[in-house]
């Protein structure tokens, strides 16, 4: 079983960036597609990225697109998102999961598993 940690939350103005790590431990990570989630208050969990087992592959919600981007260095065990151009609707506790497919990674999550604790974003003045 994977065991994941993100970290790299915090509190950041209108227009800022964001680094978000999300570290794998236990099995190895090379076979597991990582997917960024998130969730606000009241709102329903909403998948925002996805970087496949090779890391060739990524896919984001159309949120995310231009301004996020995902990567993964497999010898780290460590997936990262880049976020630019934060707004504040990016406000968010945000989450990674491990899955065998990308897809779906979004609407459906019953195929995810091992989800982290979560790490808070705050986009605000």
């Known amino acids: 079983q994977l065991h994941i940690v993100e970290s790299g939350g915090g509190l950041v103005q209108p227009g800022g960036s964001l680094r978000l790590s999300c570290v794998v431990s236990g099995l190895t990570m090379d076979y597991y597609a990582i997917g960024w989630f998130r969730q606000a208050p009241g709102e329903e969990r909403e998948g925002v990225s996805c970087i496949n087992a090779s890391g060739r592959n990524t896919e984001y919600a159309d949120s995310a697109k231009g301004r996020f981007t995902t990567s993964r260095d497999n010898t780290k065990k460590t997936v990262y998102l880049q976020m630019n151009s934060l707004k504040p609707e990016d406000t968010a506790v945000y989450y990674c999961?491990?899955?065998?497919?990308?897809?779906?990674?979004?609407?459906?999550?019953?195929?995810?598993?091992?989800w982290g604790q979560g790490t808070q974003v705050t986009v605000s003045s």
């Open positions: 999961a491990a899955n065998l497919y990308c897809r779906p990674f979004q609407g459906d999550y019953s195929s995810w598993g091992s």
